[in-house]
DNA sequence: TGCAGTGTTGCTTC
DNA sequence: CGAAGCAACACTGC
């Protein structure tokens, strides 16, 4: 569930609130999420930590270490560790469906009536200490969450992602370049991570909205202002979303265990069988695409 | 009551 | 080889 706004909302939580911290512990009550990469291994990379042994690696890789910073990248999220002034490992982050990070503060640890969202405790699967008492805490209920640790020499091999849909120099003419050659419908072509980074199964239906194009157009029979309107209303509908903190559909929390705002604005996300927002008579249909609910006016998205 | 459906990704199958 | 299906897991709602 957390997309680009969810994801970029709780990296700007973590860089205001923990960067320059130290990590003094860490704990793991579900090590199959766990994964350390090092250069010895291929092709996929990731050594599953089964055993106490490789836990114990893991865990020496990061505790003692200073979070220098926090990045997004696509959906990932990635510590900068150091140790003196030289990042030297980097703890990757993944929250598939329904990860969300927590910053408890040694009151909230105390206070358990109000602490946090009160099912959240019993799915933080992991943690780690900072010297001031205070704990990064992820929640996730469905345990799909990856996290992996390693080195800046291995960090491309593990995120390999397309371009981000914020940068200011994604424009809109390398928008149309990367998909020139590309065939097949224009809703599961915005979710592939390799040629953009952060588009889901919500934002894709909101974004084609936005655009006034159905999510069945094959991305072959788009012209020039059609291809534009995608791009305007993806910069749009993303930027809007994080300014609103994310979208809330059920597990997602900031980082202070509050929900976002977008799921209230949603124009079409799970609004099936509803008036459009256009008033254009048109009613939010729901289909699926590629076994993911998909939903848009079948009016104005053509 | 039981089973289909739920944001994501990646591996297996055809 | 690319597309489609399904598994990973736990809960909700019909």
């Not at 990590?23 to 092709?43: A, H, L, R, Y």
């Not at 329904?98 to 799915?123: C, M, S, W």
């Amino acid at each position: 569930m957390p997309e680009l706004p969810e994801v970029q909302t709780i990296v700007d939580g973590l860089n205001q609130q923990v960067a320059g911290a130290t990590v003094v512990g860490v704990s793991c009550d579900w090590k199959k999420m766990i994964s350390v990469e090092t250069e010895n291994v291929s092709p996929n990379g990731a050594i599953t930590l089964r055993s106490e042994k490789t836990w114990k690696k893991f865990e020496s890789m990061v505790v003692g270490k200073k979070i220098k910073n926090v990045e997004r990248k696509g959906k990932f999220i990635v510590f900068n560790l150091s140790e003196n002034v030289h990042i030297n490992a980097h703890l990757i982050v993944h929250l598939r469906m329904t990860g969300h990070f927590l910053i408890i503060t040694p009151e909230k640890r105390k206070d358990t009536k109000n602490a946090i969202h009160e099912k959240v405790n019993q799915y933080i699967h992991f943690q780690m200490e900072l010297s001031d008492g205070r704990i990064i805490a992820l929640s996730d209920l469905r345990k799909f969450a990856k996290i992996a640790i390693a080195k800046k020499s291995d960090i491309d091999r593990i995120i390999i992602v397309g371009q981000d849909p914020l940068n200011k120099e994604f424009t809109l003419e390398k928008f149309r370049k990367i998909f020139k050659d590309k065939r097949g419908n224009v809703k599961q072509i915005l979710m592939d991570q390799s040629l953009i980074a952060g588009i889901g199964n919500i934002y894709s239906s909101e974004i084609l909205w936005e655009a006034k194009i159905s999510p069945l157009a094959k991305i072959e029979n788009l012209d020039d202002k059609e291809m534009k309107s995608i791009f305007n209303a993806m910069k749009k509908v993303l930027k809007l979303a994080i300014k609103m903190r994310g979208s809330s559909e059920s597990d997602y929390r900031d980082v202070d265990g509050n929900e976002g705002g977008y799921q209230k604005i949603h124009k079409v996300y799970k609004r099936e069988g509803k008036e459009c927002f256009r008033k254009d008579g048109g009613i939010i249909k729901r289909i699926k695409i590629g076994q993911r609910s998909t939903f848009y006016c079948c009016k104005c998205q053509i």
